[in-house]
């Protein structure tokens, strides 16, 4: 990953980079909706004096399904078009992989996705749908690794990670962008925080820059399971190892190297939920607001749901990140069965 | 059902009556999102030259989870405040029961909500949720009308039919209003038809007076296993039988006397659909959109889809109006399984 070190591409780490970026990406992602819903707010209120109302920016409805779409297309944008002329390479069994697939073919570049060969079919057959070269893998990630590597070489393609890179962060944080100024002009209200899912953070530390200088205060939602941010802003130290047994599939990545360094400076705390809570929270979201989310994209709305946050978090107009909706629909039933 | 006749509200069975409609009830009800889907647009074109953008009107969104609550808001803001004094009554299984509920419960007035004993549990729940004084009744009309009149006239509650009364449809035609509005200023087209759901035809005559003059073209989408208005437009007279073994559970009644004659005269054509292909338009949605809509919404969809409406039908930008999402997610999986 020699490009996500490349000091000319750091120094745009800020707000005005997000800005830059969606200038970039804007004509090419979807302007996902921002929906509302009383239910759900009147229970994030709970018996505290002032109300809380919670702003969903629904990225669950964006191109492949997921927020993705905005750092791979920026990162793409960000290339000379000589260096797209050997195709575009990432690992992924995730939504990254669908992403690359979907932005590669947009600009007419091909797209090598090298997945584990254990990934759910859906997947799969999406990141086929969308023209992306799947070679199978082993599933571990000294596996990934090396076919990913024996690829790039024999076809000089360009890798596109997928979080640990400053174009992909500042794609992310379009998100924050477009959920400020849509809660401002469609429901005219001025966000107080908002509440991101941090995995490899990407999209964390892209909004925590997005939010840099605007009073909209940030924090990062993350499984209990999976709470290496959490114990990383604690200890200081980016915590390289995570457990991956959370439900919330999107989430089991360690903090990225460039990531973490943004987030302990601008995320003001990581709130952790159990796998109850993140399963809760998504059943009340098919349930009053009809759409569907995955695992990891409830996570913000548990937190806003918890305990925790009722006596540490923030009160008023808060923005809960619907980060993805790729679930696979046979599954749905027995993830949101009532305990 | 007195008021349903009552000349004097009849005369505003016109375009002009739903925007009046719509200047009541606007600041009551939600401004429901407009959504477009690539892939599923890319369906409906199939090989067609001319390409077939689909707009979907998600009233699956709206309080109370279906464009109900538009036509319930109507017809309290059409009653004096005197005529409320003694609370309003109604017979619905279905959405009409929670619309009711919360419109009533808005104005601070007394609903009662005749049930049939048999109602699913998820809907009975909810009307409670909202307020809904709920009396049971045996499962069939005649059980159901006698309970409800013998409460009307114990307790001199004004009745609120779900569909056919002048009030009911002017509120439900806002739907049109404002899609026709929305596809305009946030993606910048003007629809060339637009696809209803049809039961009891509510909804549907609202939005054929909504589009009288427009040169938006309206069709009707029914399941084969309930095709009343079909028929009826066949054969120029309202059907008034139909099966209830459809899985579309909001569209077993038969058009209402005074829906029927509108209908005739501006809904160009009934498609109807099987149930396979209201399955499968469910679950489509749910996997491409990731939202949640109940199988009577899916019907509008199951026609754009079909080669009768490729055949018959109209292309370029159609409205399609997703009219719920109340379904028992327990039963979800079930309902979407692949055949």
Redesign the interface.
């Known amino acids: 990953m020699i490009e996500s070190r490349d000091p000319e591409s750091v120094t745009d780490l800020t707000r005005q980079g997000v800005e830059s970026a969606y200038a970039l990406i804007k004509s090419k992602v979807k302007k996902t ?1 921002v ?1 509302t819903n ?1 239910s759900i707010s009147t229970i994030a209120t709970g018996s505290d004096e002032v109300p809380t109302t919670l702003f969903f920016k629904c990225e ?2 964006q ?1 492949g ?1 997921a927020f993705k779409i905005r750092g791979a297309t920026h990162a793409l944008e960000k290339l000379r078009s000589e260096e797209l002329d050997n195709g575009v390479i990432t690992h992924s069994s995730g939504n990254h992989a669908q992403a690359l697939a979907i932005a590669a073919k947009a600009k007419g570049v091909r797209a090598y996705i090298v997945m584990p060969s254990n990934s759910a079919r859906p997947k799969i057959e999406a990141t086929q749908s969308y023209g992306g070269h799947i070679t199978f893998s082993g599933p571990t990630a000294p596996e990934r690794e090396y076919v990913t590597e024996t690829i790039r070489k024999k076809t000089n393609a360009r890798l596109i990670p997928p979080y640990d890179h400053p174009h992909i962060i500042l794609g992310q944080g379009t998100v924050l962008l477009e959920l400020m100024s849509q809660t401002q002009e469609e429901y005219g209200h001025k966000l107080d925080a908002v509440i991101v899912p941090v995995g490899g953070g990407g999209l964390l530390a892209g909004c925590a820059l997005a939010a840099h200088g605007t009073g909209v205060r940030v924090f990062a939602a993350e499984p209990a399971l999976a709470d290496d941010c959490s114990r990383g802003m604690e200890t200081g130290q980016r915590e390289p190892n995570v457990a991956t047994t959370t439900v919330a599939d999107g989430l089991r990545t360690p903090v990225g190297v460039i990531n973490f360094p943004i987030i302990q400076k601008y995320v003001e705390k990581v709130f952790t939920v159990s796998e109850e809570e993140i399963l809760a929270a998504m ?1 009340l979201v ?2 009053r ?5 995955e695992p990891s994209a409830a996570v913000p709305l548990a937190v806003a749901l918890s305990d925790r946050w009722k006596k540490d978090g923030v009160k008023g107009n808060i923005g809960i990140v619907f980060s993805g ?1 790729n679930v696979d ?2 599954k ?3 993830l ?2 009532k305990p």
Do not use: H, T, W
Not at 289 to 293: C, L, S
């Open positions: 909706p929906l009383e669950n409805f191109k399904g059943r098919l349930e607001m009809k759409i569907v989310v909706g629909l046979d749905i039933a027995d949101i069965k």
